[in-house]
């Protein structure tokens, strides 16, 4: 008998009896049923400047870049970011790096006096690659080890599509 390679390559422990002890219920969860992406996610790094601290206004910022760029420059992906320093993608952007220039309305400035036009420069570099794959092969139980970095950016992807504003 071998030794697993590391500490997460452990097997389930079998469950006997399953089903046939105890009572019926029902159980209610709060989940709701997802598909895999076919594609591999993406991560990339996001520099705005002049650096805003209000995620708010960032994410007003990407929107602005997605709904100029989303047919052309992102060739069609439909980004997940997380309102500071990360967007994700399912498939790659048409790019490793690229630089855009965003110009926004400041609301704010609109409420004493004439609204003012602001200029952002948005940088977007590719960072890392998370493999759907092992994760598919992890939910369907044919591998014991947890692909952690393709988890986390599904949580994150998750949790910023409920306050997705594009």
Request: glycine share 6%.
């Given at each position: 008998?071998?030794f ?73 992906r ?39 036009e ?28 947890a ?12 949790r910023e ?6």
């Amino acid at each position: 008998m071998g030794f697993p390679t590391s500490s997460k390559s452990l097997n389930f422990a079998p469950r006997p009896g399953f089903g046939h002890v105890g009572t019926k219920c029902i159980v209610k969860a709060n989940h709701f049923f997802a598909e895999l992406p076919d594609k591999d996610l993406n991560q990339y790094d996001v520099t705005i400047t002049p650096e805003v601290a209000s995620r708010t206004v960032n994410r007003a910022i990407m929107a602005e870049l997605v709904k100029l760029y989303k047919e052309s420059d992102l060739g069609m992906r439909l980004p997940a970011y997380d309102g500071r320093k990360s967007l994700y993608t399912a498939g790659e952007l048409p790019f490793a790096w690229r630089e855009f220039t965003i110009k926004l309305i400041d609301e704010e400035d609109g409420i004493n006096g004439p609204k003012r036009e602001r200029e952002y420069k948005v940088v977007i570099k590719f960072v890392a690659r998370a493999n759907m794959y092992h994760l598919g092969q992890f939910l369907a139980g044919k591998r014991a080890d947890a692909p952690q970095e393709a988890l986390q950016i599904l949580d994150i992807v998750l949790r910023e599509l409920s306050t997705k504003r594009y």
